[in-house]
Nanobody, 117 residues
Framework: QVQLVESGGGLVQAGGSLRLSCAAS????????MGWYRQAPGKQRELVAH??????TNYADSVKGRFSISRDNSKTVSLQMSDLNPEDTAVYYC????????????WGKGTLVTVSS
C-alpha cells in the first residue's frame, strides 16, 4: 500500500516562508512524477508546482518566482514557499503519478497553509 506523508504546513504572516515536504512509501513504481496542488475554500483544486522524474519543473503563474519545488530523493518532494500572501491560503496536497503502463496516481491527505495579513 502506498502512503504519502506530508509535513510543513502551518500559520505564517504575509511575506513569510514555509517549506512543505512529502515522502512516498510503500509499493510504488521506481519512476514517478511528483507535485503539489492546493485547494482554497470554495475553489477548485489547482496545480501549484510539478516536477518530473528527470527534474523538469512547472509552476502555476501565481507562484512563479516565489515557490520552488525540488526532489530530495526519488520518493521525496519539497515545496519551498516564499513571500507568501493571503491568497496562498489553502490545503496543499502532494500528488504522485507512476510513470508506468496503467500507472496509478496517489494523493496525500493534505496540509493546511494559512497566511495572515
Amino acid at each position: 500500500q502506498v502512503q504519502l506523508v506530508e509535513s510543513g504546513g502551518g500559520l505564517v504572516q504575509a511575506g513569510g516562508s514555509l517549506r512543505l515536504s512529502c515522502a512516498a512509501s510503500g509499493s510504488i513504481f521506481r519512476l514517478i512524477n511528483m507535485g503539489w496542488y492546493r485547494q482554497a475554500p470554495g475553489k477548485q483544486r489547482e496545480l501549484v508546482a510539478h516536477i518530473t522524474s528527470g527534474g523538469i519543473t512547472n509552476y502555476a503563474d501565481s507562484v512563479k518566482g516565489r515557490f520552488s519545488i525540488s526532489r530530495d530523493n526519488s520518493k521525496t518532494v519539497s515545496l519551498q514557499m516564499s513571500d507568501l500572501n493571503p491568497e496562498d491560503t489553502a490545503v496543499y496536497y502532494c500528488n504522485v503519478r507512476e510513470l508506468a503502463f496503467n500507472g496509478k496516481t496517489y494523493w496525500g491527505k493534505g496540509t493546511l497553509v494559512t497566511v495572515s495579513s
